[in-house]
């Protein structure tokens, strides 16, 4: 049996145009299920849309549908996207799937059972958008702590659950374990919400009925957080007839999502699964968000950058390469310009990556009929960079283990700067000239090749299309030559590949002629 790995993301809101926040979450979860599949994991990937509630209840009535006729637009629009980025998720579930729909009643029931559910009344301050309540001390101006906007003093009947009897338990969570990354966020939960007091969570509704019905009690539906959560379980089978999949796959390794839903994920879902009596995941891991003109990016703001326009004119790993080194790895934020996002693109990938392997295939070809060398005498210099080539596979391999995506590429890219040195450095074009530098040459192009496919090798779990140009320009045919652990091996079989220009790998980009098209498009 091969190891397992179990990762999500959040499932979304369908509340109107998806943008790039959504595509950052889930290209990053991506990378990793790619990584761990490469290492040889077995690997369920999920992600969905989370489509119940009075928000989206509403808008479909803004806009005359049913909430149902609503959504299915929105994931139909949010499944081109994740074809477009090619997100490699096992599976996508809707939150108005029947069988989700049926095992949410089936949780319900059993902590109701269990006394972990109970009925009373609630009086407090409810905010719609979040459709959270809160008492008067947790308000922050007045307003919604959490999203900043209006509350309004509402009185219901309501189910609630016993949040305050896991509060030791999850305090010990959180600050005994590694269970939420990055550990910044720790104190924030645990001097916000849980030093104060955990009060038992509102788990019904009755002032609208967009959602999962309490099976005893129809007048109420069941909270959407409890709904939405709960899918980490219900995808998997979790109380179905064939729960083969939760056996396998649970607990999740690793939950992803930004900050703002931490809480949810760090002290509301652990404390259900201990009602449930149901292993823990083993990581919350949230990141910050990307902000544009300073503001989150979000539907609502109206401030969203459109991910189909940026991936059908700079093509899908353009976009995948900025996503994954968008945001800092301490969980703080970043902030998405066209500009920063035309500069990476030329930096990064066109003059560093691109050039170095046009630069080598062409060497190749020049020197030695296309047929990479193998490499004979060697001096210090080349010892150096053998080296550097030889210590980057731990070094990113120990980066993406930690999560940390943008520090894993800086690696990468880094390798490709040290590797265009390394040409200016030996001059292949000076030791061409001498018959008695021949064997040296071979070294040189022998190591930039070696180089290059270790570079193509590591880029396989964030990029798509470019690690395949690479091997195609190198020649590189052999599964052995691709795979991960072969990175930084200098494996003998890539002497006597026979290289191939091919078109260039990301064509340059015209800063100011791109900030004008995109100002007109976006
Ligand atoms: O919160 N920067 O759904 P949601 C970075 N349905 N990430 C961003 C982002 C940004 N500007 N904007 C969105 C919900 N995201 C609930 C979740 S889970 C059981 C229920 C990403 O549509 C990020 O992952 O508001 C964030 O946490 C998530 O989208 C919020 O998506």
Redesign the pocket.
């Known amino acids: 049996m091969s190891k397992k790995y179990y990762i999500t993301?959040?499932?979304?809101?369908p509340?109107g145009n998806w943008?790039?926040?959504?595509c950052?979450?889930t290209v990053c979860c991506d990378a990793l299920a790619r990584f761990k599949r490469l290492q040889g994991y077995d690997v369920y990937y999920l992600t969905g849309t989370?489509e119940h509630g009075q928000k989206i209840q509403e808008r479909a009535r803004q806009q005359n549908m049913e909430p149902k006729e609503f959504v299915n637009g929105l994931v139909d629009d949010i499944k081109k996207l994740w074809k477009l980025l090619d997100i490699s998720y096992t599976k996508f579930i809707r939150t108005t799937d029947p069988e989700h729909e049926a095992a949410v009643q089936k949780i319900f029931t059993k902590l109701y059972e269990k006394g972990d559910i109970y009925k009373s009344t609630y009086e407090g301050w409810y905010c719609t958008p979040c459709e959270s309540y809160w008492t008067q001390t947790q308000l922050k101006d007045g307003n919604c702590p959490d999203c900043g906007r209006e509350v309004k003093l509402t009185k219901e009947d309501s189910y609630f659950f016993r949040l305050s009897k896991y509060q030791d338990r999850v305090e010990e969570l959180l600050t005994k374990t590694d269970f939420l990354e990055p550990k910044s966020r720790v104190n924030e939960m645990v001097n916000n919400f849980i030093r104060p007091g955990l009060n038992d969570l509102s788990v019904s509704r009755t002032s609208f009925d967009w959602g999962v019905k309490v099976p005893f009690d129809p007048d109420h539906v069941i909270y959407v957080?409890i709904d939405?959560?709960s899918?980490?379980i219900t995808a998997l089978g979790y109380t179905s007839d064939n729960e083969q999949d939760f056996e396998t796959y649970w607990p999740a390794d690793t939950h992803?999502?930004?900050k703002?839903?931490i809480r949810?994920?760090s002290i509301i879902w652990p404390a259900i699964l201990m009602a449930l009596e149901l292993p823990l995941p083993k990581k919350v891991f949230a990141?910050?968000?990307?902000?544009?003109g300073g503001d989150?990016?979000?539907k609502s703001k109206g401030n969203v950058v459109d991910p189909f326009i940026l991936v059908d004119r700079y093509g899908l790993d353009a976009v995948r390469y900025y996503l994954l080194t968008a945001?800092p790895a301490d969980g703080t934020d970043g902030t998405y310009t066209n500009e920063a996002f035309i500069k990476k693109i030329n930096t990064d990938l066109v003059n560093t990556l691109g050039n170095l392997v046009s630069r080598t295939v062409a060497m190749t070809e020049q020197y030695f009929d296309g047929v990479i060398p193998s490499p004979e005498i060697k001096d210090e210099l080349d010892q150096d960079f053998i080296n550097e080539i030889k210590s980057i596979r731990d070094k990113v391999t120990d980066l993406l283990e930690k999560i940390q995506f943008s520090k894993a590429l800086e690696e990468i890219i880094l390798l490709t700067e040290r590797a265009n040195k390394y040409i200016d450095q030996t001059t292949p074009w000076v030791l061409a000239k001498d018959p008695d530098k021949k064997s040296r040459l071979k070294t040189v192009i022998y190591n930039l090749c070696e180089s290059i496919r270790t570079v193509a090798v590591l880029l396989r779990p964030f990029l798509i299309q470019t690690p395949n140009k690479i091997f195609e320009q190198l020649g590189v045919k052999d599964d052995e030559l691709i795979a991960i652990e072969s990175a930084g091996q200098f494996p003998p079989k890539l002497a006597g590949c026979k290289v191939k220009k091919g078109e260039i790998i990301f064509p340059r980009l015209k800063l100011e002629q791109e900030l004008e098209e995109l100002s007109k498009l976006c």
């Open positions: 993301t959040p499932i979304y809101y509340s943008h790039l926040g959504h950052y979450t989370d957080w939405a959560l899918n980490y992803m999502m930004a703002e839903i949810f994920h990141h910050g968000w990307l902000l544009f989150k990016m979000s945001l």
